[in-house]
C-alpha cells in the first residue's frame, strides 16, 4: 500500500463476528520504504488529521505498538480480543481488549509511505510475534530473560548496578528484587532524564523527562512497582522481573560520581555485621564442642589410665617385691661390686635405707625407677618390657612363667634359707640364686624364645 495520511481497514466488523473467546485477532503493519508509518486501534475514527506523537494518540483514545514505532522496527504488531484484559496487560504486551464492532483500524503517515498490512485469527496461546533472546512464548505472551525489554523480548538492557558512566540512547534497568529500601546515584551533570515503574509504563521513549544528577527511587516506588509487577505476573501467568528503567537524553557520556543508594549500603553493613557474627558463633559453637569433647574423653581415659599403671604397679610388685637395699647386699654382698652401687636407671647412688628391686637376671634398681622405665618402655616400645642393662624380657608372662605366682621369690627362698639358730646370716651368691628356682625353673628360662632390643630409650 502507498498512501499518506490516515488510513482506514474495512475488516474490523467481519473479526468482530467470527472472533470466538478463545481467539484474538492479529493485525500486522510491515514498512517498506517512504516515510515511517504508525498502525492504530482507536475507539472511533480519530478527529484529528495529524497523529503523530504519543500525545494526541492518548487524546484520540487510540491504541499504537509504541516500541516498535519509536524505534523504527520494521514490523508493527496490535491483537484485538474478546476476553478483558487490565490496562497493564494490554500495555504490556499490546493485546487489546475489543468491546464493539465499530472500532477503527488503520494506519498514519504524514507524507508517501509503502507499507504491508495483514490480519489473521489465532488461539489466545499463541504469540503475536517470535520470542527473541531466549524468551519464550507462553500463554499467548513472551516471557522474557533478565536484562530484555519488549513485548518480543527484543530489547536488551544494561544493569545500572555497577555502571561507572552512562551513555544516551542506551536503556538501563535496576532489578528492585536486588535493591535495598532504597536506590540513588549521583551522575556528573545536571541532563534529560526518563526513569519509571518498566510494567506501569513499558514504553521506553516516552512518559514524562526531568532535569537532574540524581538518579533516584524511593522506598515507596520500589514497593509500588513491585506490587504492580506481582499483579501482572497473577494475571498472565509468566515469571516476570520488576525493574525501574532510565534512559538519559544527552550529546555525551556522563559519569556516575558517587554511589548513595542507602537501600545498597544498608545491604552492606547488614552483610557485614551478619558474616562476622556468623563466623564469631560459628567458631564459638565449634571450640565448646571441642573442648566438651575433650573433657569427656579425658573424663573417660583418666580412670583407664590409672587402673592401666594400677595394674602394671601390681604385677611388678608381685613378680619382683621391693626390699631395703641394706638388706639386699647383706644377703648377696659376694655379687655387689661399683656398678652395683648405683641405680642404672637414675644414675644416683643407693643408700641402706632405699627401696629396690632385683631381677631375674641379677640387676638392682630403685623400686621406683625400675617401675616408672617398665610402664615407659611399654609405651615407646609398643608393650616391649625389658632390663634396662641386659634388655631381658620383664613383661607380666615372661615373668609368671619364670616365678609361680604363688612360690616364694628369690629373697624370700634365701631368707628361708637361714637356720633360725644360726647366729650369723648364711651368705649367698647370686649364682646360687638362680639355682634355687630349681631345674624346672631354668629349664623355662633357657626354652623362652625372647630376644634382646638393641633398641635404646631415652630417658
Not at 632405699?354 to 617398665?374: A, N, P
Not at 611399654?378 to 615372661?398: F, G, H, M, S, Y
Not at 639358730?421 to 630349681?438: A, C, Y
Request: glycine letters at 4%; a negative charge; charged letters at 20%.
Amino acid at each position: 500500500m502507498d498512501v499518506k495520511g490516515l488510513q482506514l481497514f474495512a475488516i474490523n466488523g467481519i473479526f468482530y463476528k467470527q472472533l470466538s473467546d478463545k481467539q484474538k485477532v492479529t493485525i500486522t503493519l510491515t514498512y517498506q520504504e517512504g516515510e515511517f508509518p504508525i498502525l492504530l486501534i482507536c475507539d472511533d475514527k480519530p478527529q484529528d488529521d495529524k497523529i503523530n506523537d504519543y500525545n494526541s494518540i492518548q487524546k484520540e483514545n487510540c491504541k499504537i505498538d509504541i516500541n516498535a514505532y519509536d524505534q523504527k522496527v520494521e514490523m508493527q504488531t496490535l491483537s484485538l480480543t474478546k476476553k478483558e484484559k487490565s490496562q497493564t496487560f494490554q500495555a504490556n504486551f499490546n493485546v487489546y481488549y475489543m468491546d464493539n464492532s465499530n472500532i477503527f483500524i488503520g494506519a498514519y503517515s504524514e507524507h508517501q509511505s509503502t507499507f504491508n498490512i495483514s490480519s489473521k485469527i489465532s488461539s489466545l496461546y499463541n504469540c503475536a510475534k517470535e520470542c527473541k533472546n531466549r524468551g519464550r512464548c507462553a500463554n499467548g505472551v513472551c516471557e522474557c530473560q533478565e536484562g530484555t525489554f519488549g513485548d518480543d523480548c527484543s530489547v536488551v538492557g544494561v544493569n545500572i548496578k555497577d555502571q561507572i558512566k552512562l551513555s544516551p540512547n542506551t536503556l538501563y534497568y535496576q532489578d528492585l528484587y536486588s535493591t535495598g529500601t532504597s536506590f540513588q546515584r549521583t551522575i556528573s551533570n545536571s541532563i534529560p532524564i526518563r526513569q519509571q515503574c518498566y510494567v506501569e509504563m513499558p514504553f521506553f521513549d516516552e512518559g514524562s523527562l526531568i532535569i537532574t544528577n540524581t538518579l533516584e527511587i524511593s522506598n515507596e516506588k520500589i514497593e509500588e512497582c513491585k506490587n504492580l509487577t506481582q499483579a501482572l505476573e497473577n494475571e498472565s501467568q509468566i515469571k516476570l522481573n520488576s525493574y525501574i528503567i532510565f534512559k538519559i537524553y544527552s550529546e555525551f557520556d556522563v559519569s556516575i560520581i558517587s554511589n548513595d543508594g542507602k537501600g545498597d549500603g544498608l545491604s552492606k553493613i547488614m552483610m557485614m555485621i551478619f558474616i562476622p557474627v556468623f563466623v564469631l558463633i560459628f567458631f564459638l559453637l565449634v571450640c565448646c564442642g571441642v573442648k566438651f569433647y575433650k573433657r569427656k574423653l579425658d573424663e573417660t581415659q583418666v580412670p583407664i589410665k590409672v587402673e592401666q599403671q594400677n595394674e602394671e604397679k601390681n604385677f611388678i610388685n608381685l613378680y619382683i617385691p621391693t626390699h631395703k637395699f641394706e638388706q639386699v647386699t647383706e644377703l648377696i654382698q659376694e655379687e655387689v661390686n661399683i656398678k652395683d652401687l648405683y641405680c642404672s636407671i637414675c644414675l644416683d647412688a643407693f643408700s641402706s635405707e632405699h627401696d629396690v628391686k632385683i631381677t631375674y637376671c641379677k640387676h638392682i634398681y630403685h623400686s621406683e625407677c625400675l617401675t616408672l622405665w617398665i610402664q615407659k618402655t611399654k609405651v615407646i616400645l609398643i608393650n616391649i618390657q625389658i632390663c634396662p642393662l641386659c634388655r631381658a624380657p620383664l613383661d607380666e608372662k615372661t615373668l609368671a612363667q619364670l616365678i609361680n605366682q604363688r612360690s616364694e621369690t628369690m629373697i624370700d627362698q634365701i631368707l628361708t634359707k637361714i637356720q633360725p639358730d644360726s647366729k650369723q646370716i648364711k651368705i649367698f651368691t647370686l649364682n646360687s640364686l638362680s639355682s634355687l628356682n630349681g631345674p624346672n625353673t631354668q629349664q623355662a628360662f633357657q626354652n623362652l624364645n625372647y630376644q634382646r632390643s638393641l633398641v635404646f630409650v631415652e630417658q
